[in-house]
């Protein structure tokens, strides 16, 4: 039961079509509220977190399954879909920003994110091949750092950082 509530993020992965963009939708209230409660810091450790619940969670909710990823598992979106906000997190943190105002560091986040994901290039795609519930809340770490970058990215490039 408990498994399954950490599983499907509390029943959102049960939502259709796309369970997966509907946990990762899930996660950005979510985290928006683990960032104004503690901050950065407090995303960091609230991300380890959900990745180890995950990881347990999934492995519960798969053992004895032959789908080793089924689609109502989104806890491990949340913890991509927070690590790709990460940046937005820290730059607010940092320097007192309303994180909302970053807006459109949220919208590359979630965009980039569910790109990664689904498109599952280099890493993410071996990640996802493991075939175990390790592999299937670390594809979407991999997914969410690789957005994570590219929402730094955007960020210089939108603020000029890049341009000589």
Same mark, same amino acid.
């Given at each position: /039961?408990? *498994?399954?509530?950490?599983g499907t993020v509390c029943g959102v992965g049960h939502l259709r079509p796309a369970p997966g963009t509907w946990g990762s939708a899930a996660a950005l209230p979510l985290g928006w509220a683990v960032h104004v409660i503690g901050g950065f810091p407090m995303l960091v450790?609230?991300?380890?977190?959900?990745?180890?619940? &995950?990881? #347990?969670?999934?492995?519960?909710?798969?053992? &004895?399954?032959?789908?080793?990823?089924?689609?109502?598992?989104?806890? @491990?979106?949340?913890?991509?879909?927070?690590?790709?906000?990460?940046?937005? =997190?820290? *730059?607010?943190?940092?320097?007192?920003? @309303?994180?909302?105002? /970053?807006?459109? &560091?949220?919208?590359?986040?979630?965009?980039?994110?569910?790109?990664? @994901?689904?498109?599952?290039?280099? #890493?993410? $795609?071996?990640? @996802?091949?493991?075939?175990? *519930?390790? &592999?299937?809340?670390?594809?979407?770490?991999?997914?969410?750092? /690789?957005? =994570?970058?590219?929402?730094?990215?955007?960020?210089?490039?939108?603020? $000029?950082?890049?341009?000589?």
């Amino acid at each position: /039961m408990i *498994a399954q509530m950490i599983g499907t993020v509390c029943g959102v992965g049960h939502l259709r079509p796309a369970p997966g963009t509907w946990g990762s939708a899930a996660a950005l209230p979510l985290g928006w509220a683990v960032h104004v409660i503690g901050g950065f810091p407090m995303l960091v450790v609230a991300t380890a977190l959900v990745f180890a619940a &995950g990881w #347990w969670a999934t492995a519960r909710m798969t053992a &004895g399954q032959e789908d080793h990823d089924p689609s109502e598992i989104v806890v @491990d979106e949340v913890a991509g879909q927070w690590i790709a906000l990460a940046p937005l =997190s820290y *730059a607010a943190w940092d320097r007192g920003i @309303d994180i909302l105002a /970053m807006w459109p &560091g949220w919208v590359a986040a979630f965009v980039l994110f569910r790109l990664f @994901d689904i498109w599952k290039p280099l #890493w993410v $795609g071996t990640a @996802d091949r493991r075939g175990d *519930a390790l &592999g299937v809340m670390l594809d979407d770490v991999i997914a969410g750092a /690789m957005a =994570s970058v590219g929402v730094l990215a955007l960020a210089a490039l939108a603020h $000029g950082v890049l341009m000589g």
